[in-house]
């Protein structure tokens, strides 16, 4: 019986560390399944940004109107929401832009959550366009060369994720990830697999049918 307590109490331990690590968690509901995600603690601006649009249910009824495969899906355009089949989209976005919060730790490996942009200096990201990392493997020479290229460098941990796991590390130093899937990478797989137009829109329509934030358990100790 004491055994059993105090597994139970390990337990919801490591549930506290592990929220308080991620508190912020969402759920992407689409026509093709549901993707849950959580947020990073240590890009607020950008991960307060999805939170808020959240709450407005802005990405309601949005499309995914990129995606290549072995690469990325994206998403959050709000001119996607009426768009025509065929219609060019991607340029939409809101009335202003999100700070970059670049850093080292937090890279694009497989099911990566990042901000799209457009080329601006600052690398500031869309105030409502996202993507989400498929990627693919990479080998120690292809990363060296990704190195050479933009100076860019990674852990050996993080070097061994992509080599093992996949991702798109050619984004890292220049778009922010805030965020990674925690469920449904198979759906993010389905998604980006699709037939599409030359423009890498899907030929047929992936929507969005609800963006939210996910609640969380509560637990009382006594």
Known sequence: MKKGFLAICALLITFSVSAKKHPYK?????DSGTIELVLYNNTPLNRDNMLKLA?????????FHRVIPKFMI?????????????????SGGLDYTVPAEINDTDFHKRGALGVARDGNKE????SSQFYIVTGKTFTDDELDKITARSHHTWT????EIYK????????????????????GMDVV?????????????????????????????RFLFF
């Open 55 to 63: 709450k407005q249910h802005a990405y309601d009824s949005l499309l």
């Open 189 to 217: 797989d389905k998604i980006s697999l699709v037939p599409r137009e030359p423009g890498d829109r899907p030929k047929k329509d992936i929507r969005i049918i609800k963006l939210r934030i996910k609640k969380r358990h």
């Open 156 to 159: 050996k941990e993080q070097r």
């Open 123 to 126: 690398k500031a990201g869309s």
């Open 26 to 30: 969402i759920k992407i509901v689409t």
């Open 164 to 183: 093992t796991e996949g991702g798109a590390p050619h984004l890292d130093g220049d778009y922010t990830v805030f965020g990674e899937v925690t469920k």
């Open 74 to 90: 994206q998403g959050g355009d709000p001119t996607s929401k009426y768009a025509k089949l065929s219609e060019h989209l991607g």
